[in-house]
Nanobody
């Protein structure tokens, strides 16, 4: 399984970016997909996740109401729309796939990881 994250870049505080995660090598529908992020000197943390069907999502509290995770099963792609960005959102963002039964938020729960894409938010 290969996950390819893209869409990162530089944004001003209050701006928006949309990240994409393209998945190849396994039937897309068997994976829950999550987004995680890691800032310099910090642990990798959960951001958002979506179920196989796209029918259920979950978010960490700090991004609720600002970020939206979605998936297009026809395109084998998961998106993270990031709005009202803040400097504290600056991090490398990773997408990951989970073959588990329920939607999970722990880094150890996810079996497959992409390479990461840098998001930098200036104040």
């Amino acid at each position: 399984v290969q996950l390819q994250a893209s869409g990162g870049g530089l944004a001003q505080a209050g701006g928006s970016l949309r990240l994409s995660c393209a998945i190849q090598g396994r039937p897309f529908g068997v994976l829950h997909v999550g987004w995680f992020r890691q800032a310099p000197g910090r642990e990798r943390e959960f951001v958002a996740a979506v179920t196989r069907s796209g029918g259920s999502t979950t978010y960490t509290d700090s991004v609720k109401g600002r970020f939206i995770i979605s998936r297009d099963n026809a395109q084998n792609t998961v998106y993270l729309q990031m709005n009202r960005l803040k400097p504290e959102d600056t991090a490398v963002y990773y997408c990951a796939g989970d073959t588990g039964f329920v939607l999970r938020t722990g880094t150890k729960d996810y079996d497959y990881w992409g390479q990461g894409t840098q998001v930098t938010v200036s104040s």
